[in-house]
């Protein structure tokens, strides 16, 4: 699989973040997430191109 897929416990530790944060940020539509079965999943390339809009937003 190219593509790793996580959940949200590996996220919040990924991202440093409390699990309620991470589900909440998730919530929002402010993590680029999806849901199977009710819970949130998250591509590991998506969190990652995430991660870069976040640090050109703090650029400008």
């Not at 589900?23 to 590991?44: D, M, N, Q, T």
């Amino acid at each position: 699989m190219k593509d790793k897929v996580l959940t949200l416990k590996q996220v919040a530790e990924y991202l440093q973040l409390a699990e309620k944060t991470a589900y909440r940020l998730a919530a929002e539509k402010k993590l680029p997430g999806f849901k199977v079965g009710g819970s949130w999943r998250f591509k590991r390339h998506d969190l990652e191109e995430w991660i870069e809009q976040q640090k050109q937003q703090g650029r400008k």
